[in-house]
Nanobody, 126 residues
């Protein structure tokens, strides 16, 4: 059974940092493109960042570019999201997701991701 587990969420003050991780069981990351999404209360789930299966290409939403860094370690089957300079607008539930599809510029389309974690909450206070 495939299971993704996110960790690293929490409460921080504006300007702080958090590092999210996504670990998989029953699943091998190496063949899939992966991404991070977030969903704030009352809002649509939105794409935050993505990384191709080799780790050579990364994609970021404009709202996080320059502040967030996505990375992966295929040997350890983990996906990470380093988040710096956090602001209240970053408050949301964060989800990792994976897909065997080659996403490229389609990385923001959540319907293309096959597997999802349960989410980890990030709360940023001003």
């Amino acid at each position: 059974q495939v299971q993704f587990v996110e960790s690293g969420g929490g409460s921080v003050q504006a300007g702080g940092s958090l590092r999210l991780s996504c670990a998989a069981s029953g699943y091998t990351y190496a063949n899939d493109d992966m991404g991070w999404f977030r969903q704030a209360p009352g809002k649509e789930r939105e794409a935050v960042a993505a990384i191709d299966r080799g780790g050579g290409r990364t994609y970021y939403a404009d709202s996080v570019k320059g502040r967030f860094t996505i990375s992966r370690d295929n040997a350890k089957n983990t996906l990470s999201l380093q988040m710096n300079s956090l602001g209240p607008e970053d408050t949301a539930m964060y989800y990792c997701a994976a897909t065997p599809l080659l996403l490229g510029d389609r990385w923001t389309q959540r319907n293309l991701y096959f597997y999802w974690g349960q989410g980890t909450q990030v709360t940023v206070s001003s």
